[in-house]
Each structure stands twice: as C-alpha cells, then as structure tokens.
C-alpha cells in the first residue's frame, strides 16, 4: 500500500531548463510535506517542505506546490544546474507524527549540461 | 547531513551472524530516529527513541531487529541473525525534541551487505 508515489523514476532536462518532480499521496491525514535531495552513498538532504495550509513554498531555486484537493504536489527546480543532478524523494506525514515520514521511491534527475 | 554520525559506513556480515549500527545524534539531541532503504525504494521509519526509551517501533520488524538508546553512547540497531533480506541501507537522524518544528536532518547511513 503505496501512500505516497512518485510515478517519474526518472527525469532528464537540460541545464538553465525547468525541471518538475511530482508526487501523489493517498492519506488525507497528511498535513506535512517534503523533499529530500539523495546523493549516492549519502543521506537524504532536506530540501523544501510545506505545510497543508499553503499552497506553495519558495526558496532560491526550488519552489514546492501543493494541490490539496488532487492531493498532489510537485518540486520545481528553475533554473536547474548540472550539481542537482540526484534522486530526488519527496515524504509526507501528520503532524501528530511527524516523525514518521513516509517517503516516495524517488525520482532521478538528470541536468545535462 | 552533517552531525549526525553513523557508523560503520559498509558492514559486510554472513548469513547467520549478528550486525551492530551505531547512530550518534547531533550535539544536544536526545531522539533518534531509526529508518531503512531497500534498493529502488523508499526510506521506511523503523523506530523512535530518547534516551532509554523507545518511543515508537511500529515500523520494527518483529524478528531479528532492536534498537536502544542508553542514557551513554550512541544509539545502537541490532540485527540477529541476519539473512540476505536485511540488506539495505540504515539511516538514522535525531532532534533536540518532540514535536518539532524542524524537519528530520539524516546522517551519511550504513550499508548492510549480507553474503
């Protein structure tokens, strides 16, 4: 029972382009979102998140959308650079738990220079 | 990723013997967290703990694993008897409490190899 998918294994865009990861969950008792960054053989790297009532978080390059009502939210990178090549995992919990994030199996995105 | 310490980094064990991963949180926290990768997948929370505490192990499997957190020395994810299913990769992250504002900050992992 996926509660959180990440339909995209993978992404290619070219540096200086718009690169869109997205995210569906399951859980209407989700109210906490997140991304991670993966390097291999590092950990997870927090990102961005939001909260459930926004629908949208900015910083620098990465903004995070959130459509409730879809429960989807998407990550887009602009511009993207070729060092933002990584896995990409977006996670979600509740905030009674907010510990326990459940965790998408990943996007990997590509930047080509 | 930086303060939360995991060691070792690679663990390589036989079918049969027991594993030992140890998770030193940042300075000042006193609340792991313990959560699981398997290849081409998601991280998956394990366990919780505070010092001589375990908070939350829902996610724990009920065999062959456990987890403690004494009041000294870093946190430690025992595995027994450990078979190839358990291969994966462990990481762990802490905070100075909960709830918490701040999101789960991860350390570098340990990848398990059983042969």
């Known amino acids: 029972d996926q509660q959180v998918k990440q339909n995209s294994p993978s992404l290619s865009v070219q540096e200086g382009r718009i690169s869109i990861l997205n995210c569906d969950y399951t859980?209407?008792?989700?109210?906490?979102f997140l991304w991670y960054k993966k390097y291999p053989a590092e950990g997870p790297t927090f990102l961005i998140s939001?909260?459930?009532?926004?629908d949208k978080n900015e910083d620098g390059r990465f903004t995070v959308f959130l459509n409730k009502s879809a429960k989807h939210l998407s990550l887009h990178i602009v511009p993207s650079q070729p060092g933002d090549s990584a896995v990409y995992f977006c996670?979600?919990?509740?905030?009674?738990?907010?510990?326990?994030?459940?965790f998408g199996s990943g996007t990997r995105l590509l930047v080509r220079p | 990723n930086a303060g939360v310490m995991q060691n070792p980094r690679h663990l390589v064990r036989r079918r049969g013997q027991e594993a030992r991963l140890r998770c030193s949180p940042m300075?000042?926290?006193?609340?792991v967290y313990w959560y699981r990768q398997l290849p081409e997948e998601g991280l998956k929370f394990m366990v919780y703990?505070?010092?001589?505490?375990?908070?939350?192990e829902s996610g724990m499997p009920k065999e062959r694993f456990s987890a403690e957190f004494p009041k000294e020395g870093p946190s430690i994810l025992r595995i027994q008897q450990v078979v190839r299913g358990v291969s994966a990769a462990y990481f762990c992250a802490s905070s100075s409490g909960w709830p918490t504002n701040s999101p789960l900050h991860f350390g570098n992992g340990t990848r398990l190899t059983v042969t």
């Open positions: 300075k000042g926290h006193s609340h």
């Open positions: 859980n209407s008792m989700f109210d906490y």
């Open positions: 996670a979600a919990s509740a905030m009674d738990s907010s510990y326990k994030l459940i």
């Open positions: 703990l505070q010092k001589e505490n375990i908070i939350d």
């Open positions: 939001i909260s459930s009532i926004k």
